[in-house]
C-alpha cells in the first residue's frame, strides 16, 4: 500500500511539473503570437469579446500543454489515471492562481471578475487533462497485446507469437 501511494505521488509529482511548466510558457508564448481579437469584440462586444478571445486561446494552449501529462497519467497511472489526472489538475490550477492571492501588488485588484476568470481557468485545467488522459487510457498497453497472444483472442493471430 505504501509503495504503490508513493509511486502514485511521484507520477503527479511528474505529470503536474510538466503540465505547469508547459502551460506557463505556452501560455506566454500564445498570447504574444495568437491573432488580434477585433473580430470578436465587433461580434459579441468589448467584454465579452475580449473573454470569449482570451478563453479560447487559453483553452487551446491547455489542450497542448496538458498531451505530455495525459500521457504520462494514461499509461503509468493505470488503474488509477482519471483519478490521478483529476489530483494533478486541482494541484496545478491551485498553484498557477496561488502567486495572485499572495502578491502584496495584486491583492488590491482581486475582485468577482477575478475570481470567476480564475474558477474558468481553473476548471478548464481539471477537465482538460482528465479528457485527455481518459482517451489515452483507452489505447491499447503492451500487455493487452501480449496477454490476447496468449488468451487466443483475434489479435493473436495464430497464436505462435514472436516473443
Do not use: C
Not at 505504501?2 to 507520477?11: G, T
Amino acid at each position: 500500500m505504501q509503495r504503490s501511494f508513493v509511486k502514485q505521488a511521484l507520477i503527479v509529482l511528474a505529470a503536474g511539473a510538466i503540465y505547469f511548466a508547459l502551460a506557463y510558457f505556452l501560455v506566454g508564448y500564445a498570447f504574444g503570437a495568437a491573432p488580434g481579437f477585433a473580430w470578436a469584440k465587433e461580434s459579441f462586444g468589448p467584454l465579452a469579446g475580449t473573454r470569449i478571445w482570451s478563453h479560447s486561446v487559453h483553452a487551446v494552449v491547455l489542450l497542448i500543454a496538458a498531451i505530455p501529462s495525459a500521457l504520462v497519467l494514461g499509461l503509468l497511472g493505470r488503474p488509477d489515471a482519471l483519478r490521478l489526472a483529476v489530483v494533478t489538475g486541482v494541484l496545478v490550477a491551485v498553484a498557477s492562481s496561488l502567486p495572485s492571492f499572495l502578491h502584496p501588488a495584486v491583492q488590491p485588484y482581486l475582485d468577482t471578475d477575478f475570481y470567476v476568470t480564475t474558477g474558468i481557468d481553473g476548471l478548464k485545467m481539471v477537465l482538460v487533462l482528465v479528457l485527455l488522459t481518459w482517451l489515452f487510457g483507452k489505447l491499447p498497453s503492451n500487455y493487452a497485446m501480449q496477454r490476447s497472444s496468449r488468451v487466443g483472442t483475434p489479435l493473436a493471430g495464430s497464436g505462435r507469437g514472436a516473443y
